[in-house]
C-alpha cells in the first residue's frame, strides 16, 4: 500500500522550494520564470492535497480543476479557486512566444507581475500546509 502521506509531504516540499526559486528569478529579473514558478508551486501544493489525501488519479495542470478535484475531500478549496485561477493564465504565456505575437515572455512581464503572482502563490500554498501539517 502507497505511503500517500509521505507522497503527499514529497510533492508539498518541491512546491515550497519552487515558491522559493520563484523569488530569486524575480530578484534576478527573470520575471516571466518566476511567474510560471509561482504557478507551478501552486499546482504541486494542490497535487501534495490530493496525494497526501489518498488520491492516485492525479493529473494535469490546471489549479481550477486540481482545487476542483480537493473539494472532493475539503469544500474550502472553493475559497482559494480565485487565486488559483489568475495562476493558471502563467502556465503557456510565460513559456511559449506563440501565445504573444510580435514579442516573447522574456519581455512580457515585469517585477509587478512577478510580485502578483508570489502573492498569489504564496496565499495556495500557506493554505494547503495548513492542511498538509
Known amino acids: 500500500m502507497p505511503d500517500f ?9 518541491q512546491a515550497e522550494r519552487d ?14 520564470l518566476a511567474c ?5 508551486a501552486a499546482e504541486k501544493a494542490v497535487k501534495a492535497y490530493l496525494y497526501k489525501r489518498g488520491a ?7 489549479l481550477i480543476d486540481l482545487c476542483e478535484d480537493a ?16 495562476l493558471d493564465k502563467y502556465y503557456d504565456i510565460t513559456r511559449y512566444p ?13 517585477d509587478v507581475d512577478a510580485e ?9 500554498v500557506r493554505f494547503v500546509g495548513e492542511r498538509i501539517y
Open 116 to 124: 502578483r503572482a508570489m502573492e498569489l502563490a504564496g496565499i495556495v
Open 19 to 32: 515558491l522559493e526559486d520563484a523569488g530569486f528569478n524575480r530578484q534576478g529579473e527573470r520575471y516571466n
Open 71 to 86: 473539494k472532493i475531500f475539503e469544500m474550502f478549496f472553493d475559497t482559494i479557486k480565485a487565486e488559483a485561477r489568475q
Open 36 to 40: 510560471f514558478l509561482c504557478q507551478q
Open 5 to 13: 502521506a509521505a507522497e503527499g509531504l514529497r510533492w508539498f516540499r
Open 56 to 62: 492516485e488519479d492525479v493529473w494535469g495542470s490546471s
Open 98 to 110: 506563440t501565445f504573444l505575437p510580435g514579442g516573447i515572455p522574456a519581455e512580457a512581464f515585469d
